[in-house]
């Protein structure tokens, strides 16, 4: 039976199961990823979907096939292999997990150690070594555990001063993935008051989506933390890697806003730093991080691209508009826990409601990222540069345009037939009128 090559991504693997990730699949991909990168010992955990234990078994397989020994982690959350790979003698670490994706589907995220960090491994990067044929009942794995979450909840706790947080009553939503039972592990340790949602792990998702940025997905905690008045919320996502604050209203707090709030805490414990964010952030990130002192440093979407970013030029942490937040001190990976620790923290130490320092930060009008349907991506492209070449323009990723009083990003999807908008201006009337006008003339083209 052939793989289903569509299941490789650029950051990850990912697919509808059985449909097209099967344990078939899962098998040949961890021989396969054993034998690209000679791996002797390889990390595995797992999320809580209801596929996960069976292509756990299929993948383990796979890799003992492949020569490796085999650690189970456990069901965790993904920052929890992240720490595992960083942590210990792990050649590489896998994550069975398809994140914030429907129930449906399942896959990996691959990351191997490279010195004293860790580099995510793209699912394209396998295409090349997978081998067809093999089958999962080849062996019964033989599989170690590793408990690992003593040293985990130290090393989150370790980014913080408990002493500096204040009581608060604080609504989490672990969206029945795995983060509700990171929570609890660390809940007695906090002076705050959790008022828990959905952290029984339920691979059917049974209270709303696993990704909170889809309509409706925020509505139950922003329900609840009215309800209780509540001072905040936070809701994770599937995984438990991408984490979103709400405020003492209910309202959803933007990442870039929040990435913001977490840069400006970084930057006075490593004055003149590196704060990493992509193209589609509001301008406001990079003027902030250099008046506190910092260096902006500006990349391609995608977090891979946000964490060379920081690797790359004195970084200290980084964030991007899909709740993503990675730390130097975190093996330059991302961590959701480390994200709430922090902002607790901050939180606490500024007084003021959420919704008043959010305000503060949003000091412009901009708009949701807005798909459309093009054919001929690269030929819309050229038309919009000739249009807009009297506003400053750079090509980082797609065409970023800027103006005194606005700007706009266009990018073409590297996967599907769509162009990718996104509007900034200084007023939301202005933004509302250039991202008509951009959108009239794209859907004219």
């Known amino acids: 039976m052939e793989i289903n090559k569509s299941i ?4 990850d693997i990912r697919g509808i199961y059985p449909k097209e990730l099967n344990e078939e699949a899962a098998f040949n991909i961890g021989k396969s990823f054993v034998e690209s990168c000679s791996a002797k010992k390889v990390a595995v955990g797992q999320d809580a979907r209801v596929s996960s234990p069976v ?3 299929a993948l383990t397989s796979g890799i003992q096939a492949g020569g490796a020994e085999v650690y189970d982690i456990g069901q ?3 920052e929890c292999l992240y720490f595992a790979v960083g942590t210990y003698d792990f050649d590489a670490g896998i994550m069975i997990t398809a994140s914030h994706n429907p129930k449906e589907y399942n896959g990996f995220k691959i990351v191997k150690k490279e010195g004293s960090n860790i580099k995510i491994v793209g699912g394209k990067e396998l295409i090349p070594y997978i081998e067809e044929g093999g089958s999962k009942k080849d062996i019964e794995p033989e599989i170690e555990k590793k408990d690992m979450w003593h040293d985990y909840l130290n090393h989150i706790l370790s980014f913080v001063d408990l002493s500096e947080i204040m009581p608060m009553k604080v609504v989490i939503d672990g ?3 795995v983060a509700g039972n990171a929570v609890l592990k660390i809940k007695d340790k906090l002076p705050v008051e959790i008022i828990d949602l959905n952290f029984k792990p ?3 998702f049974p209270n709303h989506a696993p990704n909170p940025l889809l309509d409706g997905s925020a509505d139950q905690i922003s329900q609840k933390i009215k309800e209780e008045k509540a001072d905040l919320g936070f809701i994770f996502d599937g995984d438990g890697d991408r984490v979103y604050l709400i405020t003492e209203k209910g309202e959803f707090v933007k990442a870039d806003i929040t990435l913001t709030l977490l840069a400006k805490y970084f930057l006075q414990k490593n004055p003149g730093a590196g704060i990493a964010f992509h193209v589609t952030c509001s301008k406001s990130v990079s003027e902030f991080v250099k008046k506190w002192g910092g260096e902006p440093i500006r990349t391609k979407v995608g977090f891979i691209n946000i964490q060379q970013g920081l690797m790359d030029n004195n970084g200290v942490m980084g964030g991007e508009l899909s709740g993503h937040y990675c730390f ?4 330059y990976s991302d961590s959701g826990m480390i994200a709430l620790l922090t902002l607790l923290q901050i939180i606490s130490k500024d007084g003021r409601k959420v919704s008043e320092i959010m305000k503060e930060l949003s000091i412009y009008a ?7 349907e093009v054919e001929d991506k690269d030929a819309v492209m050229k038309k919009i ?3 807009y070449s009297d506003g400053k323009q750079d090509f980082l990723d797609g065409i970023t345009v800027e103006y005194d009083d606005w700007w706009f990003n266009a990018r073409p999807s590297n996967t599907e037939p769509l162009l990718r908008l996104t509007v900034e201006a200084d007023t939301e009337e202005l933004r509302a009128q250039k991202q008509k006008e951009l959108s009239d003339f794209i859907e004219k083209q």
């Open 8 to 11: 490789f991504k650029s950051y």
């Open 76 to 78: 965790v959350p993904t």
């Open 385 to 387: 540069k000739e249009k």
């Open 55 to 57: 292509i756990f078994k």
């Open 175 to 177: 969206s029945n993935g």
């Open 366 to 372: 901009k708009g949701p990222e807005i798909n459309f």
């Open 202 to 204: 339920d691979g059917n």
């Open 328 to 331: 130097k001190d975190n093996f």
